[in-house]
């Protein structure tokens, strides 16, 4: 007997209707006054472009003023943790003279927003930014201009502050509401937003440059927020993908016959695709599986993990020409020692919390999906051609999402439940497991780097050749004065799906070109610190560098000797910003571990506009940085992942935090660069010249732990 | 084969009538409408799925819906007090530890548990109790401000 005298009798065999996210909830999230904006939003939204795009959006399609007081911003940029919601909602109110708390931001929702391009390469902080700067300030000089025609007084003698215009003379004030419920507010924000107005300098913010918090942050401690996964639809079924046994494997018979004979249950196979869906995700999993037995397929020969560097390498496309300057040929020629090494980097999975999720809902030819996707217009597209309906009819909504770090790009999970939608005529949830997402999501691509270095007699570095296969070209090229050099990127046959990642192939890229920067210096007899700085010219890198080793103390940690602990560090830019990191790691020789004990990083990305936030970014790129430096990698065999789960793929956790000392260097003579990838790709290298430091042991392969052990 | 299950669920009773080899994830989230604990592997690996059984911390992902007949579920959902935050929630949103916030259901909840049973943890203590929950946006540093914040204050409203 249960005795809980609170307790409320409640008795539910299914899932009770969600309320329907009608017109009504829209008008009540945005504000009195929204169908028109509902209205221009979707038809403003097809491919115009309001965050670098160039071409320029009205003001409506930005910026409403709420009757409340209140002001809706639209954007198509996704919040996914890394802080764009509270950055915007300052950027506006900052162009607004408001108080951060009276914007009210709605994101990526192809249904509403302008398009501002996809939410990566960390392109928030320098396009969507100043786009929605521009909109702001363009509203504010439309509403003063109002209020300046209503009083019949020249706009440059009206004052605006904390929402209301003000006539200094007379002292009448007007609020923005006002204005919004008496002038005609809307006609004047069918203007374009201007894209050379004045914007607020960095000495006169007020909200820009302050630590606001996540606006919706409440709801996430108080688990009110609805994630993409967490959205239900009224009659909603959970619905499952058949997955081929590996990877290239092609369907040639199955028998659905299992499943369609369970009550509840719906299946569908078109060709390739199969999937079932229930009332429950265990039904349409036991569904799946049932009838996944009886398939039959047919299976092609993969690249193992074991083999794949040398894959990488054999199939290395060499032919573009490198970026050069000088002669390599005659710097090799002339120096007195020259050094050659291949770096390695394994596969790596995004792994955000959040896997990949969607539902989808078909009315009356109408598709709208929720899910958690970097780039909702990019998905609208896909899908419109995917289902070859007008791209008006597609509607996608991201909620703020469970992670994403570069791998949400693709939206599978979206056309995996339209699909089922479609066929089975009810809205369907697909949720990947954890398994389909280190399976089937696309992969930080693996790299093989090969390195040769010139020095002269006198231990500079006179020659640079560098070729770095598979990872992309980020932060490839080096940042140290070097005569001659020969820098390339060359693609190359890839046996997994890849794609983007945390400041994709700079993680790679920098990881090689520091390691090796540290070979030469001990090459050279210098010391790791002296010598880069010996060929530095870059006076941001200069300064980061020079904080991050005034802070941790490295001239006299340098001449500390504890056996099987080292210090190291690294540095490089990319993304229009600058990081340095040092990092001591402790052996334990017995069990082949690395432990990062302490981790000093400065970072510099212009002025700061959310101190709190970009703290949350650095540290959260260093602690991330760690997993692929020290044990994530993707093995897989066949085709098949071996180990897509948590306990075989090792990511971070708190026993690998460690100490993090981390400077955030304010600039205010550039422009603010995004912040949410580069403080990842100092941390490895840094590793791994510690690992030296410690060891005498040179590892030229990430993950670091596994190449430790079979060098110790 | 179907069985009536009851749980109170942040106080309220509710009842199902469901397979109960169902995981008390998947019920909560599909049949209770009670979204806070969050999949993150399904397989007892990562803790967004944390909730507290009869006041113990739980992985719902792995514990069968028959095991949790009659027992009381609190999910973050019922942690605050009206519009009085708990204090640990208010730990994480006063030191900023979330970013996406997928793991903070799970994290606050570990976090409960932890201090119920330890209300003056050491740093090693909260490091080694919360290690099962992972944070991908790799948030820990403030996580682990959040939760010595939250010992703080509880201890200061015990002691008043
Ligand atoms: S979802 Fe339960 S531990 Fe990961
Ligand atoms: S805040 Fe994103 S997973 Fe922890």
Known sequence: MIEDTLAEEMVETARPDTVKLSRRTFVQLLGSGLLITVTEGVSLGQGRRGGGGGRSIPVAARIHINKDGTISVMTGKVEEGQGPRAQLSQAAAEELRVHVDLIRLIMSDTGLVPDDGITAGSRTTPSTVPAVRQGAATARELLTDLAARQWKVDPGTLIVREGSIRNEATGKTITYADLANSANVDDAFKQSVSSDIALTPVDEWKTMGTSVARPNSRDVVTGSHKYPSDIVRPNMLYGKILRPPSYGAKLESIDLSKAKAVKGVVVVRDDQFVGCAAPSSLAANRALEAIAKTASWKTVSQVSSRQVHSHLKKNARRGGRPGSRGSVKKGFADASKVLNETYEVAYVQHTPMEPRAAIAEWEDGKLTVWTGVDGPQRVQGDLARTFQVPSERVRVIVPDMGGGFGGKHTGEAAEEAARLAKAFGRPVAVHWTRAEEFTWAYARPAAVIECKGGLDDKGSLIAWDFTSINPGGSAIDTPYRIANTAILSASSDSPLRQGSYRCLGATANNFARESFMDELAAAAGADPLAFRLAHLDNPRIRAVLEAAAKHFDWPRRRRQATADVGIGLACGTEKNSVVAACAQVRIDRRRGRIKVEHVCEAFECGPIQNPANLLSQVQGCITMGLGPALREQLQFEDGKILNASFAGYLVPRFKDVPKLDIQLMNKTDTPSAGAGETPIIAIAPAVANAVFAATGIRVRSMPMEDALRKQL | ?160
């Open chain 2, 1 to 160: 084969m179907d069985a009536t299950i009851t749980l109170i669920v942040n106080g309220q009773k509710r009842t199902v009538v469901t397979d109960p080899e169902r995981p008390l994830l998947d019920v909560l989230r599909e049949d209770l409408d009670v979204m806070g604990p969050k999949y993150g592997c399904g397989e007892g690996l990562c803790g967004a799925c944390t909730v507290l059984m009869d006041g113990k911390r739980t992985l719902s992902c792995i514990t069968p819906l028959g095991d949790a007949d009659k027992k009381k579920i609190t999910t973050i959902e019922g942690l605050a007090d009206g519009d009085r935050l708990h204090p640990v929630q208010q730990a994480f949103l006063d030191e900023g530890a979330i970013q996406c916030g997928y793991c903070t259901p799970g994290m606050i909840l570990s976090a409960v548990a932890l201090l119920k049973e330890n209300p003056r943890p050491t740093d090693e203590q909260i490091t080694e109790w919360m290690n099962g929950n992972i944070c991908r946006c790799n948030g820990y540093a403030k996580i682990l401000n959040a939760v010595r914040r939250a010992a703080s204050q509880i201890k200061e409203v015990t002691r008043s």
